[in-house]
């Protein structure tokens, strides 16, 4: 039995929580008293372990970049207790092979839940449809579908998906990007792309296939996800589709709750990321739409890539940023410390909503006796400063390196299991802790 003992919820009532069998089975007003061998919760916050549906881990064909297990190590010194990881591996995860592969290489790992998103179509090709019903009935039971990384930009193709993934409740997490008007792309077309002289993303080609795609959600009923959303329009269009009473959902990635796109002026490839760093108009209304839950969730995008592909000249670096150990703190920096969101809505669209999206039964639960033990314990006062060399990832393509973030992740509990101790990460196989 684990006992954690003077935890703050975020409503303020601070806490004894004992967990067993993969449960918390007692929850009483704190007595203060930390007995030996409990968990020292006073000072920390504890809420619901993250939940992040879009990660790439890279394993199988990358694993210079991440495996499974540093993926999973990564996430879990991010607060994470649920990854979902898309399928643009090698091979792609478009058949049941690679999806049970990747699902049992986490469970080996043993941190986190591990669940494989399906591709779309064979080989991330747009053409023909994967073996979606083979993926669903698979031992990873496979939910949410997405060509990530690339668009799925034939109409016909999108509704045939979108038809196929309501037998079983499945949904289409789509990366919306028109791919004609991207061509060449390097980043957000505008005065900075304009005066820099790189070929520009407009945010126009976005929209263009968020609009489409949720008429054809409308027009087929079922369920559509839109990945990184980055463009104000992006936000009305789904607001609008919200007030239609469509069924769809959006996240946002929190470097695009930060980060502009004037920071490419130095051709630095560490700001190279797809869909692209866009204006401060476009951060305040991705903010703004966060708040307000037209925006459900924040996604890491969590997009490993080794040293060698990002230390280049601008148009030979590699697309993406590590997210998953930055991802609370810079959206406590972005939405809690600027008054936008509390603790409360931080827990709603980092936990919650997604593990409600993704269908994650036992994540993202209420903190309440009999419920599945996925908590974790943070610092919300502490600060630290973001070392690349210190991220658990494999890959140190962080934007954030040398940024002072508040925050600080403790400890994690995964189905009960204490994988986070004190900062210090469970080695399942020898059953003990380190660095
Ligand atoms: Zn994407």
Known sequence: MIKIVGAKLPDGNVIDLDIDNQKIVKIEK???????GAVDGRSKLIIPGLVDMHTHLREP??????????????????????????????PVADNAGVVEQIYRLGKEA??????????????????????????????????????????????LIMRRALEYVKT??????????????????????????????????????????????????????SRLHICHVTTAGGVELIRWAKQRGIDVTAEVTPHHLLLTDDLVENYDPIYKVNPPLRTQKDVMALREGLAEGIIDIVATDHAPHPSEDKDCEFHAGAFGMVGLETALSVVVKTMIQTGLMDWSDLVDRMSTRPAKIAGYPTQGREIAVG????????????????????????????????????AVVTDVFHNGEHVMKNRQILNAKEGSYGE
């Open 61 to 90: 064909g990358r694993e210079d970049s991440e495996t499974v297990l540093t993926g999973s190590r990564s996430a879990v010194a991010g607060g994470f207790t649920a990854v979902s990881t898309m399928a643009n591996t090698n």
């Open 110 to 155: 043993g941190l986190v839940d591990v669940n494989p998103i399906g591709a779309v179509t064979n080989g991330l090709n747009g053409e023909k449809l994967s073996e979606m019903g083979a993926m669903a009935d698979s031992i990873a039971r496979v939910r949410i579908f997405s060509d990530d990384g690339k668009c799925v930009s034939d109409p």
């Open 371 to 406: 419920m599945p033990a996925n908590l974790i314990l943070v610092n919300p006062d502490q600060e630290w400063i973001v070392d690349k060399n210190k991220l658990k990832s494999k890959s140190k393509n962080t934007p954030f390196n040398g940024l002072q973030l508040p």
């Open 168 to 221: 079983f409740n499945g949904i289409i997490a789509q990366h919306a990007q028109e791919p004609r008007l991207t061509v060449n792309a390097q980043m957000n077309e505008g005065s900075v792309s304009a005066r820099i002289g790189l070929p520009g993303w407009p945010a126009i080609a976005e929209e263009a296939i968020i609009a489409r795609d949720i008429l054809l959600a409308e027009h087929v009923q």
């Open 30 to 36: 704190s007595t203060g008293n930390l007995s030996a």
